[in-house]
């Protein structure tokens, strides 16, 4: 750009830029006086590239140089499966500790789907997404095994006096982990009824040195995932 259009330039590029016309000067007659291109703007919008283009009579000279831009297609699905693993071994973590807990208090338990599920059945954490804990229980147990969470810091769904009951479980929910109590898997009119003593007795201890809490073997989980 020789001298007599340098100042007319800096000010339509003041302009379009939103910059004050002596910075654009100077560095335009930095760049005259050292022979090399001047960089005036970086990460320009479409619209603003399309419209230098489109008036080029305004800015003689003006290049725009494409820049390439690394991009992450699969950002968002990874940020989700991040998450996901993070989550199910924040639960894996919470089930250890009622296991622990049933097994000081000497109540059977139960669990079901969840973490435990994704290990049994893909042998990776990162394979199914739990959203929370499901725990079978023996019905005439659940009072005490009710008081025991409570004790550990849930809080049960059921307190309050408008509280939404389930006829066949019960909630209990803490900052780590929100831990579904099952005594059945369906309303009773459905002619169905968990024989929990026999599941119970045909479970797979959940820690080797354990004996309460036990998970169901592979083929009945997968048959309570309906």
Same mark, same amino acid.
Request: glycine letters at 4%; charged letters at 30%; a negative charge.
């Given at each position: 750009v020789n001298d007599d259009d340098r100042g007319q330039l800096s000010q339509n590029l003041a302009a379009f830029l939103d910059v004050p016309a002596s910075e654009i000067s100077q560095m335009l007659s930095e760049g005259s006086k050292k022979g090399v291109q001047v960089t005036v703007a970086e990460d320009l919008s479409d619209p603003q590239a399309i419209f230098l283009l489109e008036n080029r009579e305004r800015f003689p000279g003006v290049n725009i140089v494409p820049q390439p831009i690394r991009t992450y297609p699969l950002a968002e699905l990874a940020a989700h499966a991040s998450e996901l693993a993070e989550r199910n071994r924040r639960l894996s973590r919470t089930l250890s500790g009622v296991s622990t807990a049933l097994e000081d208090a000497g109540l059977r338990g139960i669990v079901f789907k969840g973490p435990t599920l994704a290990e049994d059945a893909y042998g990776d954490l990162l394979l199914r997404e739990c959203g929370d804990l499901d725990l079978l229980v023996c019905k005439e147990?659940?009072?005490?095994? *009710?008081? +025991?969470?409570?004790?550990?810091?849930?809080?049960?769904? @059921?307190?309050?006096?408008?509280?939404?009951?389930?006829?066949?479980?019960?909630?209990?929910?803490?900052?780590? *982990?929100? +831990?579904?109590?099952?005594?059945?898997?369906?309303?009773? @009119?459905?002619?169905?009824?968990?024989?929990f003593d026999r599941l119970w007795g045909s479970g797979i201890p959940l820690s080797p040195g354990g004996q309460m809490l036990r998970k169901l073997r592979p083929e009945e989980d997968r048959k309570s995932v309906v």
């Open positions: 147990d659940f009072p005490e095994i *009710a008081e +025991l969470l409570i004790s550990h810091g849930f809080k049960s769904w @059921w307190e309050g006096d408008d509280a939404n009951r389930q006829v066949f479980a019960c909630e209990f929910e803490r900052s780590d *982990a929100t +831990l579904d109590v099952h005594w059945n898997l369906s309303h009773e @009119w459905l002619n169905y009824r968990v024989d």
